[in-house]
């Protein structure tokens, strides 16, 4: 069945290392999207992808990276420059930036 | 400041019982806003979509209201069930200058439903 999947549900990392995030679509969306979410505040953007190849940074995309080799696919990297990394991180994509936006299920990331 | 503000910032309810949730938002220029229900620990899932010349668009039991001149919409919920308890956002795309479109996220409302 169609959707975004995104893997881990948690993960867990150690300070000082790098860790990716998965997020797969088959709904042959162009646009997909990585957002935090933290207790209280608004969705934020990190980073955000329109096209294969291509991707502009969102509102808080210090201390992370992606990369869009495929459609279908979105990682996000947190890196150690990532201060507070500790949060809910969100995955969606839409049919163009401006259409209805689907999300995954999450993955929360725990900093030990 | 939040450019998308939401009220109250939690409700409990009576199953069965209406209820309504407020979002006003300051950003612009507007294209469309929609309302999201998100369950803990999951994704949000969108229930409604409306662009500027909506007034009212209806999901089952939920009612989302757009007055674009105050900038001010409502979710309404009829006979609220167990299940409705989980976190509503609101959501405000925008038109970005040179195109795009951007997403601004209000904080949600927290509803419970209670027996």
């Known amino acids: 069945d169609g959707g975004i999947t995104q893997s881990p549900k948690y993960l867990f990392r150690k300070e000082g290392q790098n860790v990716t995030l998965s997020c797969e679509q088959n709904l042959n969306h162009d646009a997909m999207y990585w957002y935090r979410q933290d207790p209280g505040q608004g969705l934020r953007l990190i980073y955000y992808s329109q096209i294969v190849n291509d991707f502009q940074k969102g509102d808080i995309a210090e201390g992370y990276s992606v990369s869009r080799e495929k459609k279908e696919s979105f990682p996000l990297t947190v890196t150690s420059a990532q201060k507070n990394p500790t949060a809910f991180y969100l995955c969606?994509?839409?049919?163009?930036?401006?259409?209805?936006?689907?999300f995954g299920q999450g993955t929360r990331l725990t900093v030990v | 400041k939040n450019q998308v503000e939401q009220s109250p910032q939690s409700l409990i309810i009576l199953e069965g019982k209406n209820c309504t949730l407020q979002?006003?938002?300051?950003?612009?220029?507007?294209?469309?806003l929609r309302w999201y229900k998100q369950d803990t620990g999951r994704g949000p899932v969108s229930l409604t979509i409306?662009?500027?010349?909506?007034n009212t668009k209806s999901n089952g039991r939920y009612t989302a209201t757009l007055d674009a001149d105050t900038k001010q919409s409502s979710l309404h919920i009829t006979a609220s069930q167990l299940s409705d308890s989980a976190s509503y956002i609101c959501?405000?795309?925008?038109?970005?200058?040179?195109?795009?479109?951007?997403?601004?996220f209000g904080t949600g409302t927290q509803l419970k439903v209670e027996l």
């Open positions: 979002c006003n938002y300051t950003v612009s220029p507007f294209s469309n």
């Open positions: 959501v405000v795309s925008i038109i970005l200058t040179g195109g795009g479109n951007k997403l601004t």
């Open positions: 969606a994509s839409s049919r163009q930036v401006s259409t209805e936006a689907f």
């Open positions: 409306m662009t500027f010349s909506e």
